[in-house]
Structures are given as C-alpha cells and as structure tokens.
C-alpha cells in the first residue's frame, strides 16, 4: 500500500503533464493565431446580402419542420419550383439566430471561418510533416477564401471539401478504411450547399491518378495498392448513393451541372460568378502561388505528384473563370505548396516544445478573440448602413402599397425584415432565371428595355431602390413617378396615378 500510492501519483502526474503538453503545443498556439485572424477578418462583414434570405428559409424550415420547394417569397415567379439545395445549413444559421440574435449570426460566422482556417492548417501539416511550414499554407487558405466569408452555407461547403481532403490523404498514407467516412460526409454536404459536386470530381480525379505509376522529369504518379484503390472506388461509389438522401433526389444531385449549363445569365450578371481579374491582389497572388510551385519544381527538382497537377490545374482553370472559385485554388494549392516546402523549415519537434510559452500565446489569442468580436450596437449599425432598414421603417409606418419593385441586392433583406411585401427579384437567380425574371429586370436596370413596359406589366405600386442605381435617375423623370423617401442607402418612389 505504501509503494502504490506514490506510483499512482506519478502516473497521473504524468497524465496531466502530456495532457498540458497537448493542449499548450506549438500547433494549438498556431492555431489560436488563426481563429484570431478568423475574427479579425469576418467581424465587419456581418451584412451579406443573402444572409437574410438563408435566415428567413431556416425559420421557416425550423417553425414549420418542412422544407419549401417553390418560391414563397417573391410574386414574379408564379411560385416557380425550386431546389432545397442548401436547406441543412440554412437551419443552422436560423439556430445561431434563435439563440443569440445578430450575436449568434457573427459567432457562427466567427466559427465557421476559424474552423474553416483551423482545418485547413491541420491538411497542410498532415500533407507536408511539417507544423511550422503548413502555417504558411494555411495562410494561403486564407487570401483566396477571404472572397467567400460571409453567414452564408457555402461556409460548411469549404469545411467540407477540407474535411474531404484529410479524410482521402489519411486513407491513401494511413488505413484505407478511412475512405468509408466519405458517403457520411457526401450525405451531409449534399444537404448543405451545392459545392458537393467539387467534391465528387476531386475524389474521382484522385481515383484516376492512384492507376498510374510513372516518373517524368520532376512529374511523378504513384500506383496505389490493389486493396486501397478498390476501398476507395467503393467508397466513391457509396458516396454516390448517398447523395440522394436529399429532399428532392436527383434533381438536387443535378442542380450544379444545370447551375453551370443553364444558368448564363446567372453566371454573367452575378458578380461572384464573374471571371477572375489577374491583374487585382488576389489574381496576382493566385500567380505568385502557381510561380513558387513551379520554380521549386524547376529549380530545387521538387517533386509534383500526377494528382496534385490535375487537382492544381482544375483550382485554377475553375478560379480564373469564376471568382468565387478562388476558395477551391486555395484549399488545393496550399498543401501542395507546403509539402514541397517542408524541408525548407525544421520541423516542430513535440519534446522541445515549451509549455508556458505557448499558454502565454493561446491565452492572448483568447483575450484577442474577445476583445474583436463585435458588439451588438456594432452589428446593428452594419446592418444599417449596409440595408434598406430605415426604409423599411418608412414603408411600414405610411401603409405603402404595392407591388414594390426593389433591387437585387435589397431582395434578401426584404424578405427577412418585410414578409408583408413579396419581393420582385432577390439573391436567388436561379429561380429568377428559369422563371425569365432576371433578364427582364437586368434589361430594365440596365436602361436596355422601356422603364415603363416593366412597370406596367407587375403593375407595379412603388420601387424601392438603391441610391446608385441607374433607375434611380430615371424615375425622376416618368411623370406617373414620384420621390417620397431618400437616406444615404435608398430611395423609395411611389406611382403617383393609377394605372
């Protein structure tokens, strides 16, 4: 009795230390740095234009337990058909609101980027062996994901494809049963945001590469093993399947192929969808990438694998196309990048790192994240300066009638703060364009069609439109047209004779 106690001591002594050990290491702290940057980022950027009607679908969807399938918002589509293709999200975003308001809105944005960050940083020092260099590439993440972190689902489609990517590498280097957590991911995704299909590409490219096995100059592919490639071609197969436990089956699995084929006047009009400029920051940053992977390939004959320049090649065909496909170049050229610089750097060895330090450094990144994250008066003032609030407010207090006419943009707040009022168009082009309401209203915003044949076809009753738009000037000069309410955002203008 006398011996064991000691002894026991020791042993739990020792469990404490290595549980410290873990929790203060030099990747915790990293990774506290980036949730400080996660915050520091997204703490402005709390007024995205379709976060209000993501919010609106998840209240819906939370009071009523069904999921829409036609347009309920708007009266220009005749209840036009749509695809729930990201409604699974959309229930978490109303849940951060239900919980804690605009509060709970910026805390799920907050999370979801460090989470987002976080993981990113965890693929590189899993790809590369080396904790201290995937920092760099986790920073790459970053740049290019800075296009997209706003309250909206495609914040779990980024965490997803990461997820995606860890799970493959851990099955291919590790245990191929790792594979078979893929048609659990793929059954979530599909529920979450459309990005999905990425996914499904990425993982059959892969599987295509694992056949060969050949060395070109610094090009190098890998065969893999008979027993990892047929558990990862099942698992594949099983991802399939499960992507039709969706509300709609097929078509929502065919939704992103029609959203690239069908859609032009969405990928044309939409700014986010619009080609990449090389010659702003994050086109020349995307060259700066391509350049360091190329010259290391050339210069210090780093290897490239036969994967990585297919999945390198489909990044960046997609980002210079689409711009808000820059997140995607970034989650795939930050692990390649950090691998082949892995032994620029020594790597982190966990039994000369120093404890108190690193709590030093996570607890100021702690302080840190409480000090940035915005307070309620500072949401509040996002939203009205970046929202048609205050005419909201005038609409409702003088009984305005409709139908109202109101910018794209405008539309999602619309439906959040104003479900009296159906919208004319909002954030959701999809159904705007099957239904051929967006090319009308983009040819009357553009002054390319008559301002009154729209007008008088929706019979429509006031705009409400944003300062600077163009029929902003117009309507001052149609003489059934007339100012009644202006602010530093928005102008309202009421039909001054019955049609």
Known sequence: MSTASPVAGRKAHLALYRILHKSFSFPVMLAGLLAVLAVLTVRSRFDDSDMWWHLKMGEIIWTTHTIPLADIF???????????????????????????GFSGLMFWLCLLTAVVLIAGYGLCSLYSGNAKVAFLGAMIIWLFSTVGFAVRPQMIGYL???????????????????FFSLPILFALWINCHASFILGIILAAV??????????????????????????????????????????????????????MLNQPLNLSSVNEWAPLNMTEERGVALL??????????????????FDELLLLAIGTWMAVSHMRMLFLFGILAAPILSRQLSTSWEG?????????????????????IFLAFPGIRNLEEQVE??????AVEFIKANHISGPMLNDYASGGYLIWAA?????????????????????EFGRWATLQSDPNALLQKYRIGFCLLNRQSPMARVLPLLHEWKMVYADNNSEIFVRTAPL
């Not at 209840?79 to 239900?98: C, F, M, N, R």
């Not at 982190?348 to 840190?368: C, F, H, K, Q, T």
């Not at 300066?385 to 205050?390: A, C, D, E």
């Open 288 to 305: 700066a990438v391509l350049l360091c992977i190329f010259l290391l390939v050339a210069v210090r004959r780093s290897e490239l694998f």
């Open 385 to 390: 300066n970046q929202s048609p609030q205050k």
């Open 419 to 439: 479900p009296e009022y159906p919208v004319f168009i909002d954030g959701r082009a999809d159904i705007y364009e099957w239904s051929g309401v967006l090319g």
């Open 74 to 100: 708007s009266y220009t589509t005749n209840h036009q058909s749509s695809i729930p293709q990201e409604w699974l999200a959309q229930v978490t975003i109303y849940g951060a609101w239900k919980w804690a």
């Open 206 to 259: 892969i599987l295509f590469t694992s056949l060969f096995s050949f060395q070109a100059g610094c090009l190098t592919a890998q065969r893999w093993n008979p027993r990892a490639r047929r558990m990862m071609a099942f698992s594949l197969l099983l991802s399939l399947a499960a992507l039709f436990l969706n509300p709609v089956g097929i078509r929502q699995i065919l939704y992103p192929i029609d959203t």
């Open 160 to 178: 997803l494809l990461i997820a995606e990517l860890v799970l493959i590498h851990l099955g291919r280097t590790r245990d191929p049963r790792w």
């Open 348 to 368: 982190y060895d966990a039994e000369s790192d120093r404890i108190w330090p690193n709590a030093v450094m996570i607890g100021a990144s702690l302080l840190a």
